[in-house]
């Protein structure tokens, strides 16, 4: 690994759809002596913030220049279509692209599906951000494809919208400049993968705890089956009755001879 000198804190960019939460709180329960400084960028920004060295790792959208940079693939996403609540696709659980041939299908310059052939119609214009064409939706000016977290994260109460199959689909990977590997890198490469913070695979193991020995020796008996307290054999049972003759157990004093 590269990167001896770490920096005082971990640096995070994500990109907007992303939830980071999780990954967030783990760290901080595993690191807290290491700040984590989370940013939410552009997705087409992403890729010049890890490169200019303004972060140390990133949740971003996949594809990257994996020339420069590593990436271990996280997720993939659903496509869905945003319309209004009257379009006449909500009638339906499911649209194909066919389903929209006759709508106006916005594409935002900062639109991160790869499309050969968007369906539907174009509009005079491409809006400048998801959130614009959000709006546009909105005031009945066509349609939106986008990935499912972005239409939840751009949620309003007079939208909805239906997966949309046949579709090109959004993945989500943890990137990171390749000559720039840290150990802190290494710790969140740990989180995202599910590791625990006992793994042999993490890098930071926490000092071994003494564990109570168990006692295998088991404890013996007071008292074993036909041998008294005072290890003498004993031939007759509780209650003081011969075993023998079933007699009371009390004698008197023996005879002297005469």
């Not at 939460?21 to 989370?38: F, G, H, M, T, Y």
């Not at 959208?61 to 020339?67: A, G, S």
């Not at 000016?141 to 972005?150: N, R």
């Amino acid at each position: 690994m590269t990167g001896s000198d770490e920096s005082p804190s971990f640096r995070l960019v994500y990109v907007p759809g992303v939830m980071p939460d999780k990954w967030v709180r783990i760290w901080n329960e595993r690191q807290p002596d290491v700040p984590l400084a989370l940013t939410q960028v552009p997705a087409g920004a992403a890729a010049g913030r890890l490169l200019g060295g303004d972060a140390d790792a990133g949740l971003v959208r996949l594809p990257v220049d994996r020339t420069v940079f590593s990436a271990i693939p996280l997720y993939t996403e659903q496509t869905v279509v945003v319309v209004p609540q009257d379009h006449l696709v909500t009638a339906v659980d499911e649209v194909s692209p066919e389903d929209l041939s006759d709508d106006i299908v916005l594409h935002p310059l900062d639109d991160v599906l790869d499309w050969e052939n968007l369906p539907g119609r174009p509009a005079l214009e491409r809006p400048a951000t998801t959130a614009d064409a959000v709006e546009l939706v909105a005031a009945g000016i066509g349609v939106l494809v986008v990935p499912l977290s972005l239409a939840r994260l751009h949620h309003r109460k007079d939208l909805t919208h239906r997966p949309l199959k046949d579709a090109p689909e959004s993945s989500v990977a943890l990137a990171w400049p390749e000559d720039a590997t840290t150990d802190l890198v290494e710790d969140f490469i740990g989180i995202v993968r599910g590791r625990t913070a006992n793994s042999t695979r993490g890098r930071r193991q926490p000092p071994a705890q003494d564990k109570p020995q168990r006692d295998d020796r088991r404890r013996q008996p007071a008292r074993q089956a036909g041998v008294s307290r005072r290890g003498s054999s004993s031939g007759t049972p509780k209650g003081g009755k011969s075993a023998k003759s079933g007699r009371s157990g009390k004698q008197g004093k023996p005879r002297r001879r005469s």
